[in-house]
């Protein structure tokens, strides 16, 4: 899998490129726990607490899904599974393997190639389980029904690959200062808990809360989800347009700092750190 191969074909060195990340990908799935169908039972497990959790409290205080009229437990599923998938994939760029890792020692091997299997391993875990809860849902309480499904899926994409974009921001900057950036990952996953908008729709907010929750792409994300899931829903305050071009922003502001810090990386960071 590793080996230095010299292909001058731009077809064959794309193709060895797709392989590794394939099989980093695979190994990224495994690193997490050694049996894999255990691991997805457990994210399975901790998706399906989360949305219990959030049914509790809604049912203890009271809480309505906003005006939107229809399935409630989808109401909390399709914010649930949009931050679960935002903050893993997040969390698993961050985790990835850096420029001082052992692994970059091997020839093919690099930082973006690690980030890539991260961020595809994470995405595979996350639809794998949203599917398996959607389907024990569907069969065992009653049929789901949802409006615009691809438009849904594209939503959780997005939160997806908005996860990735802001996680190599942080990865970029981790060397220099591996332990606040560790804390401030955490910090930003902790608020989306509440920023993401995952507890109600932007509609039923008032106008002077909205500069609250409007920066987040998040927000966004999970906010037009809800407009695709449900026929009665229409987001007037949120976007498709914002939330890809704040990722693609900070990915193309996280890729220049990790080549900035790649360059300058050494394993005496490793030791020290």
Partial sequence: MLSNRSDENWFASAFTLLELIYHSSIRSVRK????AVLGLLMNIAQTMLLVAVFYAMYAFIG???????????????????????????MSAVVGSEGPTSAMMKHAPMNTIVAVGASALGELYIQVLSMLV??????????????????GALFMVLLSWFSGVAIGMIFLAAKPWAPQFIGLASQIYARTNMFASGKMFVANSLPGFMLPYFTWNPLFHTIDQARGFTFLNYNPHYSNVIYPVAISFACLLIGLMGEFYTRRRASLSWAAKH
Wanted: proline share 2%; charged share 10%.
């Fill in 133 to 150: 809860v959607l389907f024990i849902y569907h069969a065992a309480w009653e049929p789901l029904v949802i409006h615009d499904a691809l």
């Fill in 63 to 89: 809480f309505s899904s906003g005006g939107i009229r229809g399935d409630f437990m989808l109401y909390l599923m399709t914010g649930v599974f949009l931050y679960m998938c935002h903050v893993k994939a």
């Fill in 32 to 35: 997490g726990h050694g049996n």
